[in-house]
């Protein structure tokens, strides 16, 4: 026998492990990579949609805040245009406490600045004195707000390229007689303040289309598009938040977000404006790469953490091959010698066996013997009795008669050549060859051999057999010597019960089954009810290698002996077979 180290370099078994390395490495690498392309457009996506959505909602604020300044704006020329004090002034010229009143609205109305002019649209009074005396009559919100009994807003842009918007509302008398024009000038560039350091450009458009308001002062005045082509849009937006909160885009790589910005419009209801934002997508490569780092990272560290625990098993298998190299060549050799042992143990036991089945079948003719004689003696007493009476016809020319005594006597001597050959073929060895064999044939014998046992017990035997032949594949002999050791057991089981039965049972399905069910006490274990000598026994009475030669015998047929216990009491056993169709009876004949 050549030795051979079951953990060499050419081990299948190793091999295989390898290979299964090899492809947990390709697979986590697959998996690592989907995961981070996963995660890339997941994050990108979501990070994303996070920005659109809170430059919506910074829009939002932003429109919310200009329509409750132009709101708490429009309300004040209403309530000064009713201030007694105003009108007073106003209907007697005298303007000597007026701008102090003025002033003292200022803080508390939040305004850019108050006047308040007279019919001929003279400042007779301001917040900001250096106004005083100016003739304003020109001027839209004098104009409007005289021709007008509502508050009137204008908006107009000086030669400064700042936007002025105000709300004014004429004071008249009693008599409906224009006194004056009462003028509110709101500081909207105040919510410039407000926007800087925003990640967006942002601008207020009126309905015709220009900028009134922007983070980007050159803006002012211009339309979107003639803002816009100043220079290239990433250029003038970066510019513009520059300028507001000193924001730099980086390395935008144009194209990567479908674009570096979001435009988003909201109209205000008032007067048909409109407020823009542009807004960056910087931040977005910068969080989606960080939790992509940190994947990798992870990743990395189970790869190593893997690589690690790996050749840690590798080094320690090594190390222990290594030492049991030496034990496992001792023990190929002593392997060797108890292969040839066992071997030949095996040998002698088959044959051990097979006489020991022979000795049971022996045991078992001697126990019939003694009935067996019995049984010749009846027909030996009747052939006796015959030729007696054929003696007594023949002295008497009875010839006919006598002819019928002796046709009797070879009756009874047909009989007991039945009976001694069947003895015969018991005690012979069963042949290997297997050949069709009719189930029922084979009971019949069995009960048969086992008459004068059955007949002394006074058992009650219920059969049911099928009308047509049930026809198996085994060595007849061999067969029945199977049944009568079951049959054998069931008298032994009911030799202290009261109730004798014994159902013996044929039927063919899928499997040809034999069923022979006692009313005994039962078995108690069945697990080993078929071992070599377990033997539910008194000493003496039997060695308990019955049934584990009945189910080597059964096998060999290629069928198989069960044992259980029944439902109602006592134990089953079942021969089930294999059963032949019209092919299988010719092919073993």
């Known amino acids: 026998m050549i030795t051979v180290d079951p953990h060499g370099p050419n081990d299948p078994q190793l091999r295989r492990r390898s290979w299964i390395l090899r492809g947990v490495l390709v697979l986590f690498v697959l998996c690592a990579g989907a995961i981070i392309w996963v995660s890339n457009t997941y994050l990108t996506q979501r990070f994303t949609e996070t920005t659109r959505n809170r430059a919506e909602l910074r829009l939002a604020i932003y429109s919310g805040s200009l329509q409750s300044e132009l709101q708490r704006h429009s309300v004040v020329p209403l309530l000064l245009s009713r201030?007694?004090?105003?009108i007073r002034s106003l209907e007697t010229a005298s303007y000597l406490e007026t701008s102090s009143r003025l002033i003292s609205y200022i803080d508390e109305i939040g305004a850019a600045s108050l006047m308040l002019l007279d019919r001929d649209g003279r400042v007779v009074a301001a917040t900001d004195r250096e106004r005083l005396g100016q003739g304003r009559s020109s001027d839209p919100f004098f104009v409007q707000a005289a021709r007008s009994n509502d508050t009137v807003f204008t908006s107009n842009e000086p030669e400064t390229g700042r936007f002025d918007f105000t709300f004014s509302r004429a004071m008249r008398a009693m008599d409906n007689r224009l006194l004056g024009v009462i003028v509110v000038e709101v500081d909207l560039s105040r919510l410039i303040e407000r926007w800087r350091g925003a990640a967006e450009a942002i601008f207020l458009m009126n309905s015709e289309g220009a900028?009134?308001?922007?983070?980007e002062p050159r803006w002012r005045g211009r339309t979107e598009a003639e803002a816009l082509t100043l220079e290239p849009v990433q250029t003038a937006i970066q510019r513009a938040i520059q300028a507001t909160g000193d924001f730099a885009f980086g390395d935008t790589r144009p194209g990567f977000f479908d674009g570096d910005v979001i435009r988003l419009e909201s109209r205000i209801p008032f007067r048909g404006w409109r407020i823009v934002s542009y807004t960056t997508f910087t931040s977005v490569r910068e969080r989606v790469n960080g939790v992509l780092s940190l994947q990798i990272m992870g990743f990395a560290l189970l790869l190593a953490g893997g690589f690690y625990v790996f050749g840690r098993r590798a080094?320690?298998?090594?190390?222990?091959?290594?030492?049991e190299s030496a034990e496992l060549r001792r023990l190929n050799a002593r392997l060797q010698r108890e292969i040839a042992e066992r071997q030949r143990v095996e040998r002698t036991l088959e044959e051990a066996e097979q006489s020991l089945a022979q000795s049971q079948k022996l045991a078992v003719l001697g126990e019939m013997s003694a009935a067996v004689s019995h049984e010749l003696n009846q027909p030996l007493a009747a052939m006796k009795t015959y030729l007696a009476g054929a003696r007594l016809l023949l002295q008497r020319k009875r010839v006919d008669e006598a002819a019928s005594s002796f046709q009797r006597i070879d009756?009874?001597?047909?009989?007991m050549g039945a009976i001694t050959r069947q003895l015969k073929s018991y005690a012979r060895k069963g042949a290997e060859a297997l050949e069709p064999v009719d189930l029922r044939d084979a009971l019949k014998g069995a009960l048969t051999m086992m008459e004068p046992q059955l007949r002394t017990t006074r058992v009650e035997i219920n059969q049911s057999l099928p009308r047509r032949p049930v026809m198996v594949l085994a060595d007849r002999l061999r067969l029945e010597q199977v049944i009568?050791?079951?049959?054998?057991n069931?008298?032994?089981?009911?030799?202290?019960?009261?109730?004798?039965?014994?159902?013996l049972l044929i039927a063919e399905g899928e499997e040809a089954v034999l069923t022979v069910r006692d009313s005994g006490k039962g078995i108690d274990d069945l697990d080993a009810l078929f071992e070599p000598f377990y033997t539910t026994k008194k000493p003496g009475e039997g060695v308990g290698l019955g049934l584990a030669i009945s189910s080597g015998i059964i096998t060999d047929f290629g069928g198989r002996l069960t044992a259980r216990n029944g439902e109602t009491g006592g134990a089953v056993f079942e021969i089930r077979l294999r059963p032949l169709t019209g092919g299988d009876t010719r092919a073993a004949e």
């Open 83 to 86: 201030d007694p004090v105003l």
């Open 211 to 215: 900028i009134i308001l922007a983070t």
């Open 315 to 323: 080094r320690m298998q090594s190390f222990r091959l290594q030492r």
């Open 411 to 415: 009756d009874l001597i047909d009989r």
């Open 484 to 488: 009568i050791n079951l049959l054998r």
């Open 490 to 503: 069931a008298l032994d089981a009911l030799k202290d019960v009261e109730k004798r039965e014994l159902d």
